[in-house]
């Protein structure tokens, strides 16, 4: 059953957010509703949910880093 869930969000992430949808040949809503079907999911419910590698590569991203510092470890564990 799908509900209408109201979000404040800045107005560039949401149209940044709607390119990147586009050009994956989804939907906002689609995305959001991804995302969160994934929080707190164990890796067997994660197996239920299909998402492509470009959206799995966002989980997480809201935390950040804290510091430049952070940052740079960040980007080096990455490419690593």
């Known amino acids: 059953m799908n509900r209408k869930l109201t979000l404040?969000?800045?107005?560039?992430?949401?149209?940044?957010g709607k390119r990147f949808a586009a050009s994956n040949?989804?939907?906002l809503s689609r995305m959001v509703?991804?995302?969160l079907m994934l929080l707190g999911?164990?890796?067997?419910?994660d197996r239920l949910v299909s998402?492509?590698?470009?959206?799995?590569?966002?989980?997480g991203i809201g935390a950040?880093?804290?510091?430049?510092?952070?940052y740079r470890a960040h980007l080096e564990a990455r490419n690593a």
Do not use: H, Q, R, Y
């Open 25 to 27: 040949g989804t939907s």
């Open 33 to 35: 509703e991804t995302f």
């Open 64 to 70: 950040g880093p804290v510091s430049e510092a952070d």
């Open 8 to 16: 404040s969000v800045d107005e560039v992430a949401i149209e940044s």
């Open 51 to 59: 998402v492509s590698p470009k959206l799995m590569s966002l989980v």
């Open 41 to 45: 999911n164990t890796p067997e419910e």
